[in-house]
């Protein structure tokens, strides 16, 4: 996991409908301050041994700064041949929008559902805001873009799943049987455990709940290594049950 970026968010805004009365209590176990969660950015590059898959390369608005992490991290940016986004919000994609606006990593694949990318496309976006990005920054990079319909294997060992509601097209990426990145299925560490909780930024907050009992539920039982977008640290751990029939979060 490559530490990027990082950015405030507010506590009403990221856990829209949590109880006054738990949410304390909820953050202060994993050591989080209410006012500012600061919110990290982990882009994930995945080495499969014959390609170099690059997942949710966002960051800052400067398009130099993934490529720094990643030369500093001995990765030539020009080696990286798949790019990966579990959904278009900016924070999951701007390192791969380059200088004046061609692609960051112009010879890589870069894959995303095909109806999250309509969804984007579309006059009553709920999200105008980010819509609005959407066009200016991703809309024209479209030839480098490969359009996925429903599970896939994008190269060999590394398929995208369906986890919808946070967006409509948005999608997790299983590793190799061993691992998953669950893009903004968990944007907080806290929505293991409260995963009925939702964010402000949640457009299709039933949606959201039932995607994520669900991965949780096959993480947990898989014992699958978790990779985060958001979370503290290394953005990495595993999901194990709790006595109470919910899940906690042991980072790694
Ligand atoms: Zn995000």
């Known amino acids: 996991m490559l530490g990027v970026a990082r950015f405030d968010m507010s506590a009403d805004v990221l856990f829209a409908n949590a109880p006054a009365a738990e949410l304390p209590a909820a953050l202060a176990r994993h050591h989080l301050r209410a006012e500012p969660i600061v919110f990290e950015v982990h882009p994930l590059l995945v080495e499969t041994g014959t390609h170099r898959v690059l997942v949710d390369p966002g960051g800052t608005d400067d398009p130099a700064s993934l490529r720094q992490v990643l030369r500093a991290a001995g990765i030539d940016p020009a080696s990286i041949d798949t790019v990966v986004l579990t959904h278009g919000h900016a924070d999951h994609y701007i390192g791969c929008v380059g200088a004046g606006g061609g692609p960051a990593f112009p010879d890589a694949r870069h894959v995303m559902r095909r109806v999250e990318w309509d969804h984007w496309l579309a006059a009553d976006n709920p999200e ?125």
């Open 128 to 252: 105008p805001h980010h819509a609005e990005n959407f066009l200016r920054l991703l809309l024209p990079l479209r030839e480098c873009f490969t359009l996925l319909d429903g599970e896939s294997e994008i190269v060999p060992g590394i398929e995208v799943i369906p986890t919808p509601g946070h967006s409509p097209g948005h999608l997790a990426v299983k590793i190799g049987g061993s691992a998953i990145h669950v893009g903004d299925v968990l944007p907080s560490v806290v929505y293991v455990e409260h995963p009925d909780w939702y964010a402000r930024f949640d457009v299709w907050p039933d949606q959201v709940v039932d995607t994520r009992r669900k991965l949780l539920r096959q993480i947990a039982e898989s014992n699958l290594m978790v990779f985060t977008h958001h979370f503290e640290a290394t953005g990495a751990g595993r999901v194990v049950a709790s006595a109470d029939g919910g899940w906690r979060w042991v980072p790694a």
